[in-house]
T-cell receptor, first 111, second 116 residues
Framework: GQQLNQSPQSMFIQEGEDVSMNCTSS?????WLWYKQDPGEGPVLLIA?????ELTSNGRLTAQFGITRKDSFLNISASIPSDVGIYFC???????????FGKGTKLSVKP | GAGVSQSPRYKVAKRGQDVALRCDPI?????LFWYQQALGQGPEFLTY????????KSGLPSDRFFAERPEGSVSTLKIQRTQQEDSAVYLC??????????????FGQGTRLTVV
């Protein structure tokens, strides 16, 4: 099935660093969402974006809905150990609520 | 309940066996979605219910997959004659409605199916 292009696939962070990841699609979306998934759990919604150009923050997280409606990015500022996990972007463009997900960005702590 | 509940959490099936996965959505949620998540991948859409009506089953990979939600609440995803490629985490999500601000879906913890 279709999946969005999400990058990077993985990254290592040191506490206090800023993190950036992005997602692109060949299709236009009406909604962009960012989720975090911890091992053995379902995805948890972090930020929802509904309008092209929209910039939304949730604590240390900031996400933007690209003006072309084909891309979105997520920034995490001043990362902390509990930020470790897998982050997924998801887009919705159809008349119903089903989402198309990216393959995920895995955040790990630098050894 | 407080969240979306799925059972069992883990299921090991022998190839060829039938399995049934259950989802209890958040009370009052109209929309219910099933997704399949293979190892190292993002979730992929399987099917969507609005109350008891199955409005979209375009993501079901074959006719061995069947989902129902007879009373518009609990849903069951059934896989007949399981094959190794069916091994994945099956996620259920529910929302008050199907789209719009403030109506995003909440996901359950998933059922991890392993076919041996």
């Amino acid at each position: 099935g279709q999946q969005l292009n999400q990058s990077p696939q993985s990254m290592f962070i040191q506490e206090g660093e800023d993190v950036s990841m992005n997602c692109t699609s060949s299709s236009i979306f009406n909604t962009w969402l960012w989720y975090k998934q911890d091992p053995g759990e379902g995805p948890v919604l972090l930020i929802a974006l509904y309008k092209a150009g929209e910039l939304t923050s949730n604590g240390r997280l900031t996400a933007q809905f690209g003006i072309t409606r084909k891309d979105s990015f997520l920034n995490i500022s001043a990362s902390i150990p509990s930020d470790v996990g897998i982050y997924f972007c998801a887009g919705r463009g159809g008349s119903q609520g089903n989402l198309i997900f990216g393959k995920g960005t895995k955040l790990s702590v630098k050894p | 309940g407080a969240g979306v509940s799925q059972s069992p959490r883990y299921k090991v099936a022998k190839r060829g066996q039938d399995v049934a996965l259950r989802c209890d959505p958040i009370s009052g949620h109209v929309s219910l979605f099933w997704y399949q998540q293979a190892l190292g991948q993002g979730p992929e859409f399987l099917t969507y219910f609005q109350n008891e009506a199955q409005l979209d089953k375009s993501g079901l990979p074959s006719d061995r997959f069947f989902a129902e939600r007879p009373e518009g609440s609990v849903s069951t995803l059934k896989i007949q004659r399981t094959q190794q490629e069916d091994s994945a985490v099956y996620l259920c999500a529910s929302s008050l409605w199907d789209r719009g601000v403030g109506t995003e879906a909440f996901f359950g913890q998933g059922t991890r199916l392993t076919v041996v």
